[in-house]
């Protein structure tokens, strides 16, 4: 480290230690609990076989922190179009010659000890990637969403359990209002001095709402199956067209790993089959199928900048805060995350978590349906390469926000947000439903 400590570098490579570590002991937990024949397999073509992933969190390490923050040589880069993500879909990667479990251990293992130095010797400033040590936080962030995909593997996989968690904290049941009233108004939304926030968070800036009522608790199980069974999934009128072609073509008639026995509905969950709990959030849908419901029960999926305003502006000071719950990072009172309990709590856990209005579990939990496409924010610059957002940017996506029980804190914000196709039902992501103010 060539002269004196930039203030606070200290702290920040603290931090990044820790990000960095936590993520190599999911990733390790994630792939180690299965044997190697489970690692090369593909157990859906919607996801890589874990061992891809394994050796695409090394890669991508090796790429930003060993080349392009240390100035090292390159490790083994005939690899690197193996594990480019944009160079080979996820439905081909089995047929690649990737490398075999012990291989792709190794490799991680050994990127890790030597980024390690790197990081001994950042002094957290100057160029904009080591600004805050974002480089080291965005790497995080990207194994960490690694783990939450290849923990939906685990999810699609057949087979006993290999994944044990207690269940979440049983909060006292008390009485909610259904819904919550969100002032009209402006509101900062986004970031601009978060630092590890990613580039599709940024800038800052004012957006303006109208008032609108939203749900107190992420739309429930049990509020899913009253849909279900008044014909949800055969009557076509609450069905945007492309919707109503996936129900058809695939014949839906509930959420993913739902199916029905003796008169009730059963869920599979990390290879444990038990009654769909109704008093938790619902799983496993789709956008068409959080868009129908809400139809159904004649509202409407809040916009982004709804949520986002529902989960972060306090009426009180006029600002917007990191978390619903204030700037403090999440502690286990405040949210479900980080893949502790393999399941959502209970609708109206998480007091501690509760916004300044009072809408509970807008962070962890499962993610959340909006009726916005991803689109760039006013300023918008790409950072530091433009696949991780930009090429995503259109109408073909639709934003997800608040995280869910498989997402690390790390990863999660009031300001980060996820996209997917609205098609995507693998993936943990429930809702909530909003609905306009009436007329004067």
């Given at each position: 480290?060539?002269?004196?400590?930039?203030?606070?570098?200290?702290?920040?490579?603290?931090?990044?230690?820790?990000?960095?570590?936590?993520?190599?002991?999911?990733?390790?937990?994630?792939?180690?609990?299965?044997?190697?024949g489970?690692?090369t397999a593909?157990h859906?073509?919607?996801?890589?076989?874990?061992?891809?992933?394994?050796?695409?969190?090394g890669?991508?390490e090796?790429?930003?922190?060993?080349r392009?923050?240390?100035?090292?040589?390159?490790?083994?880069?005939e690899i690197?179009?193996?594990?480019?993500?944009?160079?080979?879909?996820?439905?081909?990667?089995?047929?690649?010659?990737?490398?075999?479990?012990?291989?792709?251990?190794?490799?991680?293992?050994?990127?890790?000890?030597?980024?390690?130095?790197?990081?001994?010797?950042?002094?957290?400033?100057?160029?904009?990637?080591?600004?805050d040590?974002?480089?080291f936080?965005?790497?995080?962030?990207?194994?960490?969403?690694?783990?939450?995909?290849?923990?939906?593997?685990?999810?699609?996989?057949?087979g006993?359990?290999?994944?044990?968690?207690p269940?979440?904290?049983?909060?006292?049941?008390?009485?909610?209002?259904?819904?919550?009233?969100?002032?009209?108004?402006?509101f900062?939304?986004?970031?601009?001095?978060?630092?590890?926030?990613?580039?599709?968070?940024?800038?800052?800036?004012?957006?303006s709402?109208?008032?609108?009522?939203?749900?107190?608790v992420?739309?429930?199980?049990?509020?899913?199956?009253?849909?279900?069974?008044?014909?949800?999934?055969?009557?076509?009128?609450?069905?945007?067209?492309?919707?109503w072609?996936?129900?058809?073509?695939?014949?839906?008639?509930?959420?993913l790993?739902?199916?029905?026995?003796?008169?009730?509905?059963?869920?599979?969950?990390?290879?444990?089959?038990?009654p769909?709990?109704?008093?938790e959030?619902?799983?496993?849908?789709?956008?068409?199928?959080?868009?129908?419901?809400?139809?159904?029960?004649?509202?409407?999926?809040?916009?982004?900048?709804?949520?986002?305003?529902?989960a972060?502006?306090?009426?009180?000071?006029g600002?917007?805060?990191?978390?619903?719950?204030?700037d403090?990072?999440?502690?286990?009172?405040?949210?479900?995350?980080?893949?502790?309990?393999?399941?959502?709590?209970?609708?109206?856990g998480?007091?501690?978590?509760?916004?300044?209005?009072?809408?509970r579990?807008?962070?962890g939990?499962?993610?959340?349906?909006?009726?916005?496409d991803?689109?760039?924010?006013?300023?918008?610059?790409?950072?530091?390469?433009?696949?991780?957002?930009?090429?995503?940017?259109?109408?073909?996506?639709?934003v997800?926000?608040?995280?869910?029980?498989?997402?690390?804190?790390?990863?999660?914000?009031?300001?980060?947000?996820?996209?997917?196709?609205?098609?995507?039902?693998?993936?943990?992501?429930?809702?909530?439903?909003?609905?306009?103010?009436?007329?004067?």
């Amino acid at each position: 480290m060539s002269g004196p400590d930039a203030p606070g570098a200290k702290a920040l490579r603290t931090r990044a230690l820790e990000a960095l570590t936590a993520a190599r002991a999911r990733t390790a937990l994630l792939t180690e609990c299965v044997d190697d024949g489970e690692l090369t397999a593909q157990h859906s073509p919607l996801m890589s076989p874990l061992v891809w992933d394994l050796a695409h969190i090394g890669n991508q390490e090796e790429q930003w922190l060993w080349r392009a923050v240390g100035g090292r040589e390159a490790l083994r880069p005939e690899i690197d179009p193996l594990y480019d993500a944009f160079e080979h879909p996820r439905s081909e990667r089995p047929s690649l010659p990737l490398l075999p479990p012990d291989e792709a251990r190794a490799y991680a293992a050994g990127v890790r000890d030597r980024v390690l130095d790197v990081l001994a010797g950042s002094r957290m400033e100057g160029r904009p990637l080591l600004a805050d040590g974002f480089a080291f936080g965005m790497v995080a962030q990207h194994e960490q969403q690694h783990d939450e995909t290849m923990l939906i593997t685990h999810q699609l996989r057949k087979g006993p359990a290999v994944l044990h968690a207690p269940p979440p904290p049983a909060h006292p049941s008390v009485p909610l209002p259904a819904e919550v009233l969100v002032p009209g108004g402006p509101f900062t939304m986004g970031t601009s001095d978060e630092p590890w926030a990613l580039d599709n968070e940024r800038p800052a800036h004012t957006r303006s709402v109208a008032a609108f009522h939203i749900d107190t608790v992420p739309v429930t199980n049990g509020a899913y199956l009253a849909f279900m069974a008044d014909g949800g999934y055969t009557d076509r009128r609450w069905w945007r067209p492309e919707g109503w072609e996936q129900v058809r073509a695939h014949a839906l008639v509930a959420p993913l790993f739902w199916r029905q026995e003796g008169g009730r509905w059963l869920r599979r969950r990390f290879g444990v089959t038990e009654p769909v709990p109704e008093d938790e959030p619902v799983l496993h849908v789709s956008w068409y199928e959080a868009d129908a419901y809400a139809r159904w029960a004649g509202r409407r999926l809040p916009t982004e900048a709804e949520w986002e305003k529902a989960a972060r502006y306090d009426p009180v000071t006029g600002r917007s805060r990191r978390y619903p719950w204030g700037d403090a990072d999440p502690g286990p009172d405040h949210a479900n995350l980080g893949q502790r309990h393999l399941r959502p709590a209970r609708a109206g856990g998480y007091p501690a978590g509760a916004s300044p209005l009072g809408v509970r579990q807008l962070i962890g939990d499962v993610w959340e349906w909006t009726a916005s496409d991803f689109l760039p924010y006013p300023g918008f610059r790409a950072f530091p390469y433009k696949e991780y957002s930009e090429v995503f940017f259109g109408a073909a996506h639709k934003v997800l926000r608040g995280g869910s029980f498989a997402v690390d804190a790390v990863a999660c914000r009031g300001t980060f947000r996820n996209w997917d196709h609205p098609v995507r039902r693998q993936i943990f992501s429930g809702f909530r439903t909003a609905r306009s103010t009436e007329p004067g």
